[in-house]
């Protein structure tokens, strides 16, 4: 989440401001044709640890242990290990194609047998696909061959394909050429009984899933307690995750709706430290793994969630000098809403109607209502954060 963040900071060009000690009103007339300085605090929806906060914290000296009961009071520390499947949204075809490579195992999970695919055919790629008869056909690539009717056929499976090689990455293709690592096994799977569709699964040990995610969710070099903490939070999310699994075929994302996770290809030497220092650790409550959320920054207050540990807090350590999302300000034209929103006509005013009540100007927005020449309408804070593209829902609006 944290990386996403800082990429999306530096393609917006936001800037960095000290927020204003309090707003006068929530009410701001609108009148010709200005600009509107929304001036915010903290990135993301600010339940559970804040990334910035974790790396605050533990430059403070925390550690890992004192950093997770400070954003996720309630939860005592547990265990979580085993395995997790993950649904690879890259790959948008219905076959799946890796690179040859040593070892190179297919399992037909219809009959259970295993084959050693071959190294002496010249293969420069390998294929599960569905037949015209719908079922699992292996073919390979010849090296000089291209793409267009040059597969040729080595077997015709009674189930559907896995491919693995003993933990070792695996190379996959990806729609449009890019290639991607996985460790652990790759199926191709159907996601509804006697569908034709195929969508990519990899499953693999929970420890080597975390070795794909943590990097992209914090900088792997930040300080050893931060990067622990968010071990710990991935872990315990996925955790979580797996036993209220999205679908049957599959039981996380490799998204931003989930976790981003990137495989064998993502990892890094300072994060796979951090995972092997907390390996098992987890969060839990009454016994089972917690919904540890994460974001970017709360901005010095972190917002109340879904679940009772995910509480409203004063956030003493995401304000530090290496935060450059705990206050920001970006200019939005009335253009921009008015084409966002066109039923409001022109803008004429703007009015918080509901805030959470944390922190500066009241906290978060909760909802908030657009009026125009020709009507109004009432948004969410998190409809009007997207609308706009914004860091979070802890705005106030100056207009100029």
């Not at 049957?248 to 995972?275: F, L, W």
Request: aromatic share 6%; glycine share 12%; charged share 20%.
């Amino acid at each position: 989440m944290l990386v996403r963040a800082l990429a999306l900071a530096l393609a917006t060009a936001l800037v960095s401001v000290p927020a204003p000690a309090s707003a006068a009103s929530d009410r701001w007339d609108v009148e010709g044709e200005p600009t509107l300085r929304i001036q915010g605090r903290g990135f993301g929806h600010g339940h559970g640890m804040s990334q910035y906060g974790a790396e605050g914290a533990a430059r403070q000296g925390l550690s890992a242990t004192e950093i997770l009961a400070f954003y996720y009071p309630g939860t005592e520390a547990g265990r979580a290990s085993g395995r997790i499947s993950v649904l690879v949204s890259a790959d948008t075809t219905d076959d799946l194609v890796v690179r040859p490579r040593s070892g190179l195992r297919l399992t037909d999970l219809g009959t259970g047998e295993r084959t050693v695919l071959p190294d002496d055919v010249g293969a420069q790629a390998w294929r599960i696909r569905q037949d015209r008869k719908g079922r699992a056909k292996v073919s390979y690539l010849p090296r000089g061959a291209q793409d267009s009717g040059g597969w040729r056929k080595l077997l015709v499976l009674q189930g559907e394909g896995e491919l693995d090689a003993k933990n070792k990455p695996i190379t996959l293709v990806l729609p449009g050429g890019v290639e991607r690592a996985y460790r652990g096994k790759l199926r191709a799977a159907a996601p509804s009984s006697g569908s034709q569709a195929r969508d990519t699964v990899n499953r693999l040990r929970l420890e080597d899933y975390l070795r794909g995610v943590v990097p992209l969710e914090m900088p792997a070099t930040w300080s050893p307690a931060a990067v622990q903490a968010q071990s710990v939070a991935a872990r315990t999310y996925a955790a979580y995750e797996r036993a209220h699994p999205r679908a049957k075929h599959y039981q996380v994302c490799d998204t931003t709706s989930c976790q981003v996770y990137g495989g064998a290809s993502a990892e890094h030497p300072a994060s796979d430290a951090a995972i092997r220092e907390t390996k098992g650790q987890a969060r839990l409550v009454d016994g089972a793994p917690a919904f540890t959320q994460f974001s970017s920054s709360s901005g010095g207050w972190t917002s109340a969630g879904s679940v009772d540990y995910l509480v409203a807090q004063e956030d003493p350590y995401d304000g530090h000098d290496g935060n450059p999302v705990h206050g920001w300000s970006v200019t939005v034209t009335d253009d921009r809403i008015e084409s966002q929103w066109p039923a409001i006509g022109d803008l004429r005013q703007v009015e918080v109607l509901s805030r959470d009540g944390n922190g500066q100007w009241g906290g978060r927005v909760r909802s908030i209502r657009l009026k125009g020449s020709q009507g109004s309408v009432t948004l969410s804070g998190d409809a009007f954060r997207f609308g706009l593209g914004l860091r979070s829902t802890w705005v106030t609006v100056r207009t100029g």
